[in-house]
């Protein structure tokens, strides 16, 4: 997750490993309302249904997917 994020704000495509995403995805989903509590991640972000894992997962986490660096 944090890889995506460092790489994002320094402007770069970040591919993460699909299965990782995945297996991550997996875990949180059945606790989403503790993690969400806890304040340790945002709201959701709506991807499309038929998103990547990637996708989905920063979306799970509150990450835009889409999200890009602003010039300057």
């Known amino acids: 997750m944090h890889t995506w994020d460092l790489g994002?704000?320094?402007?770069?495509?970040?591919t993460l490993d699909p299965d990782v995403c995945a297996e991550?995805?997996?875990?949180?989903?059945p606790v989403e309302q503790l993690i969400r509590e806890s304040g340790h991640y945002g709201p959701r972000v709506d991807?499309?249904?038929?998103?990547?894992?990637?996708?989905r997962m920063?979306?799970?986490i509150g990450r835009d997917p889409l999200?890009?660096?602003?010039?300057g």
């Open 8 to 14: 994002r704000a320094a402007g770069r495509e970040v």
């Open 24 to 29: 991550l995805l997996a875990g949180m989903e």
């Open 47 to 55: 991807v499309p249904a038929d998103a990547d894992a990637q996708t």
């Open 58 to 60: 920063l979306g799970f």
């Open 67 to 71: 999200w890009v660096r602003p010039a």
